[in-house]
């Protein structure tokens, strides 16, 4: 197991474009603008937001790196392709086929790209338009609670690579993370509004709904989450002992000889230095920063969800829904530390935790072929 050193200068190009995203990050931090106050939940009114011409600096350079990709992610055909079937229906019935398997809003996007610039590469510029629009806009609801800068970075190490891959999802994904701000402010309708619109991206954004619906302290919520938890364990060790009744069993982190492989520790060993911190401190989270009790659920279940792709693919996808719990929780872990010493130490522990993931998962396993880096300004595209 080592470094791929055969590309070495993409390596390279992701880490320099990340280190260049913290420093604007962090200017923007600096340099944070007064803004009207702001009620974000109970206990937290907001003053201040992160500089904009900074924030916008950071924002464009993951989204330049995104949006002008060329056959960077194992997704990236199928979307091509999607774009190819989409612009081909001919009949209401085709159409309404289509929509079943792709939604209505993914749809539209490709038709208007066909329609207006009758090429599929723009899909790729909107779409990370959409998802990393969304994704700092939500972060930014976290500034003067926890350091942005740090959040950015979580997010560019421990799932950037994921938005070049499942881009529909990520889109749903990045929507009810911003979402979550109007569930902390009580606004439950507005809340609903932008559900209904992740879900116009991707079906499985639902799965976030039990949990906005039973996130409070009322028993009767604390007891739906105890009958989710308990459902999805159950859920895993039959899948585990009946292995063989699924059409496909995960081969990663598992043994591949036969049917219904032995889970092996792979998985346990990335999860941990993430979720036990989480845990262990997870009072003193919640006092410096209420939502951050959300989180925290989600995170937990995040794990369950992950181990649960072992059985069915899907589901490991659907804990993208709870790993953005990670982009608020591993920074406010190192605001919630009571002193100044702990708090560098705290520092120094998650920003080792997430490069070490992002050696492992990109620089050496290259999961989800983000490796090597093609721009579309140097490649042959047919047609063009």
Avoid at 7 to 12: A, L, P, Q, T, Y
Avoid at 118 to 147: M, T, W
Wanted: charged share 10%; hydrophobic share 55%; with cysteine.
């Amino acid at each position: 197991m080592a470094i791929q050193v055969q590309h070495i200068s993409s390596i390279i190009l992701y880490a320099g474009s990340f280190a260049l995203v913290v420093l604007f990050a962090a200017l923007a931090q600096v340099f944070a603008r007064p803004a009207k106050p702001a009620l974000l939940s109970p206990s937290f009114t907001q003053a201040e937001r992160p500089h904009r011409v900074f924030w916008m600096l950071a924002f464009l350079v993951p989204f330049l790196l995104s949006a002008f990709r060329w056959k960077v992610g194992t997704d990236y055909p199928t979307y091509i392709s999607l774009y190819e079937a989409i612009n081909s229906i001919s009949t209401p019935e085709q159409l309404w086929q289509q929509i079943l398997e792709v939604e209505p809003l993914y749809v539209l996007m490709n038709v208007l790209v066909k329609l207006v610039f009758n090429n599929p590469l723009p899909i790729f510029f909107f779409s990370s338009l959409l998802l990393l629009s969304f994704l700092f806009r939500a972060v930014e609801d976290y500034h003067g609670k926890i350091s942005v800068t740090l959040a950015v970075f979580v997010f560019l190490t421990l799932m950037f690579s994921t938005t070049l891959n499942i881009m529909r999802q990520m889109i749903a994904v990045s929507i009810t993370f911003y979402a979550a701000r109007h569930l902390f402010q009580k606004k439950y309708d507005t809340a609903a509004l932008w559900m209904f619109l992740a879900l116009m991206f991707h079906y499985s954004a639902i799965v976030l709904l039990p949990f906005w619906l039973f996130r409070g302290p009322q028993r009767y919520a604390r007891n739906a989450r105890i009958a989710m938890f308990a459902a999805l364990a159950l859920m895993f060790v039959l899948g585990s002992v009946f292995g063989s009744i699924f059409s496909g069993i995960r081969a990663l982190y598992t043994d591949e000889g036969g049917e219904g492989g032995t889970l092996k520790i792979g998985l346990m060993l990335l999860r941990l230095p993430i979720i036990v911190p989480i845990l262990l401190f997870r009072k003193q989270l919640i006092a410096h920063d209420e939502r951050n009790k959300f989180w925290i659920m989600l995170a937990v279940f995040e794990v369950l969800f992950s181990y649960l792709g072992y059985i069915l693919d899907v589901l490991n996808r659907l804990s993208l829904y709870f790993a953005v719990s990670w982009i608020v929780l591993l920074p406010a872990l190192v605001r919630s530390m009571p002193t100044r010493g702990a708090q560098y130490r705290m520092g120094a522990y998650v920003i080792a935790v997430c490069v070490g993931l992002w050696i492992f998962n990109t620089a050496i396993n290259n999961y989800g072929d983000v490796l090597p880096y093609q721009t579309i300004f140097g490649a042959r595209i047919p047609g063009m």
